[in-house]
């Protein structure tokens, strides 16, 4: 609409302009006033153009203004053209003068409207798919249009006279510019009132200026007028239906025929064609205006009618006319914006509010239906979008979506609450567990490059229904659930209850605290030795442990997995590196060689670069790399084998030493070390226990040491009791030794003193 539009004002003022050199060329004494008003008609026409052109607010403030100046002078003109026109004489001084302050006044208020903003501002819409500015109004515009129609209704007023006291021969004369101002002016207020954003009415003035210069300088009969106000009316895009004052209709154009359905110039069905499209529709009256949906859902067409009656000089009606708009595109415009603010634009599910929204209403109607609150909460996403890339994070929310769709019963409510959760409404009756279980331990994402296995949690939070609602609550109740699940959480659906809900605000109690905890060295490195095989101290593990205030000592079983879920092992891990290389920094100066082990989560891998972390720390304490090694986990080292044997060949290359920990824990050992080059396998001390019971599990140890000494990999088992173990593992011919029996974690000022004193 808007290219139309601005094709037609653009054929419109080249038309003019042509028009206005025509006049100028003119021997008639009336051509120059011709020429004026053309050129004042022409400055709105423009204005109206750059509106339509242009999506910067700075130019369309700047078009509203060439538009509203453009009226000023277009009445103006219009004034002194009705004076020449009618041959009645140019205005008194007097009345020229009050006609050049009154808009002298409006001049200024334009020119400082964009510092006070007295007369308009404009707000931004979309037409046609592209910002639109539509004009804002404030009191100013009240002043500016007031002098504007005081003028023009003086000259209707004079072209009314003229034509009551013309004789017949040039009441035509008159009345084809009276009935044309008309017209025009009738245009122009419907546009100023309807909230029509795309000024139309400006093809009305193009087509009066071109009758004014047609009539004035190359008069032509009353059909002439006929054909081109008839052409004016045709090319609107609205549809037209003129009625004589007895109802019966006299014409229509090429829409509205369209929207009926009937052929050119056969108007004998017109109102009844009307009456069957649109029902209960008032022809007798005037002076209405509603909206009629016909059809359904997408096909659906919105109509927007509008009854007027003309009337004549004295008042009396002449007849009428119904204007009916397609306004479909604007009202699906408008209804996918409201689409869009409620629903996700990823998934299409509910936004948060709407979901919270929809359920409340649902709970306050439904008082017969069972409900209870879910919360579906992807773990790890960020870490899958990191990981295999945004796309496959956004195929990974789209899979999610379709999979509550398609396993929802009919009264579930369900929509998007945050960056990687779901919030839904079951029906308890159709609630199916052990499917749910299922469904969550099989789910996985696949697309064209790879499949990856999905962790999904559940939290359900079943609600008293005789309990105040507060959806917003109860979804926090669920998420909480999931937030206690740990990674080998067996179960993924959980239940709220006083338990949960105590050990989740411990675990954030305790999370809150980690600053505090590691500022104030509460959280701290214990040392558990390793051993020779000659029962001689070659180094120590670094493990963490934490002197709560309040709590005492805590179990590391208390927190370490806390910090795992929520992200925080990565800070506690990067704590006791420094605490690890501080250590050896002292060990240097007392000339002490042994080395120290630190662990390395496998969160660490995805939340820190773990290699140029450990570089920095040995080069800032300057220590050799071989004297800090470092231990990976079997699952760690198989969770992404491609980067992580980029890793341990960084590591190892630099200095470090690698060992991999709770070797034989897991199910693809073997195969790891044919791919990764380690420095040592530290055998699972599950196996140790098993052995002394088990002969297998003894066969499988002493296998796995004869196989690192031919691979020349270097073996510790952990979780040695007793001297039978010890004596045992040593005839197996195992190199290094760490459990109870040598020494349980103890502070390093114990260690230090027990080993080195």
Same mark, same amino acid.
């Given at each position: 609409?808007?290219?139309?539009?601005?094709?037609?004002?653009?054929?419109?003022?080249?038309?003019?302009?042509?028009?206005?050199?025509?006049?100028?060329?003119?021997?008639?004494?009336?051509?120059?006033?011709?020429?004026?008003?053309?050129?004042? #008609?022409?400055?709105?026409?423009?204005?109206?153009?750059?509106?339509?052109?242009?999506?910067?607010?700075?130019?369309?403030?700047?078009?509203?203004?060439?538009?509203?100046?453009?009226?000023?002078?277009?009445?103006?003109?219009?004034?002194?053209?009705?004076?020449?026109?009618?041959?009645?004489?140019?205005?008194?001084?007097?009345?020229?003068?009050?006609?050049?302050? #009154?808009?002298?006044?409006?001049?200024?208020?334009?020119?400082?409207?964009?510092?006070?903003?007295?007369?308009?501002?404009?707000?931004?819409?979309?037409?046609?798919?592209?910002?639109?500015?539509?004009?804002?109004?404030?009191?100013?515009?009240?002043?500016?249009?007031?002098?504007?129609?005081?003028?023009?209704?003086?000259?209707?007023?004079?072209?009314?006279?003229?034509?009551?006291?013309?004789?017949?021969?040039?009441?035509?004369?008159?009345?084809?510019?009276?009935?044309?101002?008309?017209?025009?002016?009738?245009?122009?207020?419907?546009?100023?009132?309807?909230?029509?954003?795309?000024?139309? $009415?400006?093809?009305?003035?193009?087509?009066?200026?071109?009758?004014?210069?047609?009539?004035?300088?190359?008069?032509?009969?009353?059909?002439?007028? /006929?054909?081109?106000?008839?052409?004016?009316?045709?090319?609107?895009?609205?549809?037209?239906?003129?009625? /004589?004052?007895?109802?019966?209709?006299?014409?229509?154009?090429?829409?509205?025929?369209?929207?009926?359905?009937?052929?050119?110039?056969?108007?004998?069905?017109?109102?009844?064609?009307?009456?069957?499209?649109?029902?209960?529709?008032?022809?007798?009256?005037?002076?209405?205006?509603?909206?009629?949906?016909?059809?359904?859902?997408?096909?659906?067409?919105?109509?927007?009618?509008?009854?007027?009656?003309?009337?004549?000089?004295?008042?009396?009606?002449?007849?009428?006319?119904?204007?009916?708009?397609?306004?479909?595109?604007?009202?699906?415009?408008?209804?996918?914006?409201?689409?869009?603010?409620?629903?996700?634009?990823?998934?299409?599910?509910?936004?948060?509010?709407?979901?919270?929204?929809?359920?409340?209403?649902?709970?306050?109607?439904?008082?017969?239906?069972?409900?209870?609150?879910?919360?579906?909460?992807?773990?790890?996403?960020?870490?899958?979008?990191?990981?295999?890339?945004?796309?496959?994070?956004?195929?990974?929310?789209?899979?999610?979506?379709?999979?509550?769709?398609?396993?929802?019963?009919?009264?579930?409510?369900?929509?998007?609450?945050?960056?990687? $959760?779901?919030?839904?409404?079951?029906?308890?009756?159709?609630?199916?567990?052990?499917?749910?279980?299922?469904?969550?331990?099989?789910?996985?994402?696949?697309?064209?490059?790879?499949?990856?296995?999905?962790?999904?949690?559940?939290?359900?939070?079943?609600?008293?229904?005789?309990?105040?609602?507060?959806?917003?609550?109860?979804?926090?109740?669920?998420?909480?659930?999931?937030?206690? *699940?740990?990674?080998?959480?067996?179960?993924?659906?959980?239940?709220?209850?006083?338990?949960?809900?105590?050990?989740?605000?411990?675990?954030?109690?305790?999370?809150?605290?980690?600053?505090?905890?590691?500022?104030?060295?509460?959280?701290?490195?214990?040392?558990?030795?390793?051993?020779?095989?000659?029962?001689?101290?070659?180094?120590?593990?670094?493990?963490?442990?934490?002197?709560?205030?309040?709590?005492?000592?805590?179990?590391?079983?208390?927190?370490?997995?806390?910090?795992?879920?929520?992200?925080?092992?990565?800070?506690?891990?990067?704590?006791?590196?420094?605490?690890?290389?501080?250590?050896?920094?002292?060990?240097?100066?007392?000339?002490?060689?042994?080395?120290?082990?630190?662990?390395?989560?496998?969160?660490?891998?995805?939340?820190?670069?773990?290699?140029?972390?450990?570089?920095?720390?040995?080069?800032?304490?300057?220590?050799?790399?071989?004297?800090?090694?470092?231990?990976?986990?079997?699952?760690?080292?198989?969770?992404?084998?491609?980067?992580?044997?980029?890793?341990?060949?960084?590591?190892?290359?630099?200095?470090?030493?690698?060992?991999?920990?709770?070797?034989?824990?897991?199910?693809? $050992?073997?195969?790891?070390?044919?791919? *990764?080059?380690?420095?040592?396998?530290?055998?699972?001390?599950?196996?140790?226990?098993?052995?002394?019971?088990?002969?297998?599990?003894?066969?499988?140890?002493?296998?796995?040491?004869?196989?690192?000494?031919?691979?020349?990999?270097?073996?510790?088992?952990?979780?040695?009791?007793?001297?039978?173990?010890?004596?045992?593992?040593?005839?197996?011919?195992?190199?290094?030794?760490?459990?109870?029996?040598?020494?349980?974690?103890?502070?390093?000022?114990?260690?230090?003193?027990?080993?080195?004193?």
């Amino acid at each position: 609409m808007r290219t139309v539009l601005s094709v037609i004002f653009v054929l419109l003022i080249i038309a003019l302009l042509l028009c206005v050199v025509f006049s100028l060329r003119s021997k008639k004494p009336i051509g120059k006033s011709v020429a004026n008003l053309l050129v004042g #008609l022409t400055i709105p026409v423009l204005g109206n153009l750059i509106l339509i052109v242009t999506s910067v607010q700075l130019f369309a403030e700047f078009g509203c203004n060439v538009y509203f100046l453009g009226m000023d002078a277009a009445v103006i003109s219009l004034l002194f053209f009705t004076h020449a026109y009618c041959e009645i004489g140019k205005p008194k001084l007097s009345i020229k003068l009050l006609i050049y302050v #009154l808009f002298g006044i409006d001049v200024v208020q334009y020119i400082l409207n964009p510092f006070i903003r007295f007369t308009f501002t404009t707000e931004e819409i979309s037409v046609d798919g592209r910002a639109y500015y539509r004009l804002l109004p404030y009191i100013g515009q009240t002043y500016h249009r007031v002098v504007c129609y005081g003028l023009f209704f003086a000259s209707l007023i004079i072209f009314i006279v003229m034509t009551a006291k013309a004789s017949k021969v040039y009441v035509e004369k008159y009345m084809v510019i009276l009935f044309s101002m008309v017209i025009t002016g009738g245009i122009e207020t419907y546009y100023i009132f309807s909230g029509h954003p795309l000024d139309m $009415s400006m093809i009305g003035f193009g087509f009066f200026g071109l009758l004014v210069y047609f009539f004035s300088l190359q008069y032509r009969s009353m059909r002439v007028l /006929d054909k081109l106000l008839a052409s004016m009316a045709s090319d609107m895009p609205e549809a037209l239906f003129f009625f /004589d004052k007895d109802g019966k209709c006299i014409w229509t154009n090429d829409p509205g025929r369209k929207l009926i359905g009937i052929s050119k110039e056969n108007y004998d069905d017109v109102v009844a064609n009307l009456r069957f499209l649109f029902d209960d529709i008032d022809l007798e009256s005037s002076g209405w205006e509603k909206r009629v949906i016909i059809g359904y859902g997408d096909e659906a067409q919105y109509l927007d009618l509008s009854m007027r009656s003309a009337v004549d000089e004295l008042g009396r009606t002449t007849g009428s006319y119904l204007s009916v708009r397609d306004n479909t595109e604007e009202q699906r415009t408008i209804e996918r914006e409201i689409y869009k603010s409620t629903h996700d634009a990823v998934t299409g599910l509910y936004t948060r509010e709407n979901l919270i929204e929809r359920i409340t209403k649902r709970l306050n109607h439904d008082k017969e239906t069972d409900y209870m609150i879910g919360y579906i909460e992807v773990s790890n996403f960020k870490m899958i979008n990191d990981v295999f890339g945004s796309e496959f994070g956004t195929t990974t929310l789209l899979k999610v979506a379709d999979t509550i769709k398609t396993n929802s019963s009919p009264k579930t409510i369900y929509g998007k609450l945050g960056y990687d $959760s779901f919030g839904i409404l079951i029906d308890k009756k159709a609630f199916d567990e052990e499917k749910l279980e299922k469904l969550l331990e099989t789910f996985s994402i696949a697309d064209e490059n790879m499949e990856h296995h999905i962790i999904i949690h559940f939290g359900v939070y079943d609600f008293n229904p005789d309990e105040d609602i507060d959806v917003q609550l109860w979804f926090d109740s669920a998420r909480l659930a999931t937030a206690a *699940i740990t990674d080998n959480y067996q179960n993924r659906i959980v239940y709220y209850d006083d338990k949960l809900r105590n050990e989740v605000i411990h675990d954030q109690l305790i999370s809150n605290q980690l600053k505090d905890a590691i500022e104030e060295k509460q959280i701290r490195p214990y040392l558990q030795p390793i051993v020779d095989s000659r029962g001689l101290l070659a180094g120590a593990e670094a493990l963490v442990r934490w002197i709560h205030p309040e709590e005492g000592f805590m179990n590391p079983g208390q927190f370490i997995p806390v910090f795992e879920r929520n992200g925080l092992i990565s800070v506690v891990d990067k704590y006791m590196w420094r605490c690890a290389c501080e250590i050896l920094a002292s060990w240097k100066e007392r000339g002490i060689e042994a080395f120290i082990s630190i662990n390395v989560s496998p969160k660490d891998f995805y939340r820190l670069n773990v290699v140029s972390e450990l570089k920095s720390l040995v080069e800032e304490h300057n220590i050799k790399p071989e004297k800090l090694r470092v231990e990976i986990t079997e699952t760690a080292m198989t969770s992404d084998s491609v980067d992580m044997i980029k890793t341990i060949s960084d590591l190892r290359e630099y200095g470090f030493i690698v060992e991999m920990d709770d070797f034989g824990s897991g199910y693809s $050992s073997l195969n790891l070390l044919k791919d *990764i080059n380690l420095d040592l396998l530290k055998i699972d001390m599950q196996f140790l226990k098993d052995s002394e019971r088990n002969m297998k599990a003894g066969l499988i140890i002493k296998s796995i040491i004869n196989m690192s000494e031919d691979l020349g990999i270097d073996t510790l088992t952990e979780g040695v009791e007793t001297a039978k173990q010890y004596e045992k593992l040593f005839d197996m011919g195992c190199k290094l030794y760490q459990g109870y029996y040598f020494s349980k974690p103890i502070p390093v000022e114990d260690f230090e003193k027990q080993w080195f004193d």
